[in-house]
């Protein structure tokens, strides 16, 4: 079955440290994979995605993930943290190729950002 | 470009009561989607459409009902309204190339409904 796992619920780290994110899939075909953001009380905004090439993707707001095959992981890195950062990131994995916008997402990481 | 609207913003309802959220967009996108957000669960897809006239069930369809007389225009109807439909709902749009699967979704700043 077709499954993302984003396996920390919460994070919390301090401004100017830098951030990892977990996420895990579970895809039986090629993926394309992205990540969005939710600020609170709002709608979802994408900040990157993987679709095909450079396994290094890079997105708005200094973040990046890179996409490893092999671990079935995107994870989503920034160098250093802004207070702005905090909010809820949300991975999710669509199906390659087909007439389909199927989106399945994780569950969510709540990160907190410490003065 | 507005992108994709949501009305009403909040709604509380009755049990037994019947509603209808609205989604528009004007990007001419050809993909639009329903999903209810609760905590610790993510999104999850209601109902999804591909076209004018085309629509199909998602992972939670049940009590829902969907339509889609025209590109822009995606409404949600709840025919009967239960407590367990407490939640946030997201409308999205997408416009995928030609057989890549998957694109982009642009998403609503969601309505939260209240199912008392």
């Keep these: 079955a077709q499954s993302v796992t984003q396996p920390d619920i919460h994070i919390t780290v301090s401004e100017g440290a830098?951030?990892?994110?977990?996420?895990?899939?579970?895809?039986?075909?090629?993926?394309?994979?992205f990540w969005y953001v939710q600020s609170p009380g709002q709608g979802l905004q994408l900040l990157l995605k993987y679709f095909s090439g450079d396994t290094l993707v890079q997105g708005i707001k200094g973040f990046e993930a890179e996409f490893k095959r092999?671990?079935?992981?995107?994870?989503?890195?920034k160098p250093s943290v802004h207070w702005s950062d905090a909010a809820e990131y949300f991975c999710?994995?669509?199906?390659?190729?087909?007439?389909?916008?199927?989106?399945?997402?994780?569950?969510?990481?709540?990160?907190?950002?410490?003065? | 470009n507005a992108g994709v609207t949501q009305t009403p913003k909040f709604q509380v309802l009755k049990?037994?009561?019947?509603?209808?959220?609205?989604?528009?967009q004007d990007m001419n996108h050809e993909y639009m989607s329903w999903y209810r957000?609760?905590?610790?669960m993510g999104l999850r897809l209601i109902h999804y459409s591909v076209?004018?006239?085309?629509?199909?069930?998602?992972?939670?369809?049940?009590?829902?009902?969907?339509?889609?007389s025209t590109t822009e225009d995606f409404p949600l109807r709840l025919l009967s309204a239960a407590p367990s439909q407490t939640s946030v709902y997201f409308c999205a749009s997408s416009q995928p190339s030609?057989?890549?699967?998957?694109?982009?979704?642009?998403?609503?700043?969601?309505t939260r409904l209240t199912v008392l």
Excluded at chain 1, 70 to 77: D, P, V, Y
Excluded at chain 2, 37 to 40: I, Y
């Design chain 1, 18 to 33: 830098s951030l990892e994110l977990r996420c895990n899939y579970s895809y039986g075909a090629t993926p394309y994979l």
């Design chain 1, 70 to 77: 092999s671990q079935s992981s995107f994870n989503l890195r």
């Design chain 1, 92 to 115: 999710a994995v669509g199906a390659y190729g087909g007439a389909t916008n199927k989106l399945i997402f994780g569950t969510g990481t709540l990160l907190a950002v410490q003065p």
């Design chain 2, 15 to 24: 049990t037994g009561q019947s509603m209808t959220l609205q989604c528009a």
């Design chain 2, 37 to 40: 957000q609760d905590p610790g």
């Design chain 2, 51 to 68: 076209g004018a006239g085309i629509t199909d069930q998602g992972e939670v369809p049940n009590g829902y009902n969907v339509s889609r």
């Design chain 2, 98 to 110: 030609t057989g890549r699967g998957t694109d982009t979704q642009y998403f609503g700043p969601g």
